[in-house]
């Protein structure tokens, strides 16, 4: 059964810091890997995919790694601002798509 | 461009009612889950639909059904709902390619309180 794990449950940073999200997963045979942003009482908003082929993808501040062969995953985000604040699932896509959900790193950035 | 809706929002029932959540998705997504978020749990897998008249189960799928009779409507049922049905409940698709995923869109999420 795939266990995806995200520590620390909750990170605290001053604005213009830059970090590093952590995800690990305990079966390596993966489809794709992605990251999600969820605000306060909202849904799922998309940030990045990688496939299982890729190493890293880029969308503006954010760039992902993927090391399948080892289970880990991080997300960068540089430069972080107060609009960052919010709670990052990572997830792993399996058989049929279904994904597994880590249970997320709610993370604060202070002005 | 509406993506995925979740019908309702909100709802408070009582122990042993029944209700039916509703989601649809205008992008001819072939496939389309459920989820439920629990403070500390994260996002679970209650039953999911590789396409239209498909269903199938997934993690906690025990006091729930599902149907898909089209293809832009997934439907949660809760036959008898017990006070640990209480959570949001997320509804998402996502389309088939090559890799077996692609981006997942979800929906804004249901709300549903059991007393």
């Known amino acids: 059964k795939q266990e995806v794990t995200q520590i620390p449950a909750a990170l605290s940073v001053p604005e213009g810091e830059n970090l590093v999200l952590n995800c690990s997963f305990t079966d390596s045979a993966i489809y794709n890997l992605q990251w999600f942003r969820q605000d306060p009482g909202k849904g799922l908003t998309s940030l990045l995919l990688?496939?299982?082929?890729?190493r890293e993808q880029t969308s503006g501040r954010l760039n992902a790694s993927l090391d399948k062969s080892s289970g880990r995953s991080t997300l960068y985000i540089a430069a972080s601002q107060p609009g960052d604040s919010a709670t990052y699932l990572c997830a792993v896509s399996g058989a049929n798509s279904k994904l597994t959900f880590g249970k997320g790193i709610t993370l604060s950035v202070r002005p | 461009n509406a993506g995925v809706t979740q019908t309702p929002k909100f709802r408070v029932l009582k122990t042993g009612q029944s209700m039916t959540l509703l989601c649809a998705q205008d992008m001819n997504h072939e496939y389309m889950y459920w989820y439920r978020q629990d403070p500390g749990m994260g996002l679970r897998l209650i039953h999911y639909s590789v396409g239209e008249g498909t269903t199938a189960k997934g993690e906690v799928p025990d006091g729930y059904n599902v149907s898909r009779l089209k293809k832009q409507n997934f439907l949660l049922g809760l036959e008898s709902a017990a006070p640990s049905q209480t959570s949001v409940y997320f509804c998402?698709?996502?389309?088939?390619?090559?890799?077996?995923?692609?981006?997942?869109?979800f929906g804004a999420g249901s709300r549903l309180t059991v007393l």
């Open positions: 998402a698709s996502a389309r088939q390619d090559f890799s077996g995923a692609n981006v997942l869109t």
């Open positions: 990688i496939q299982s082929s890729q």
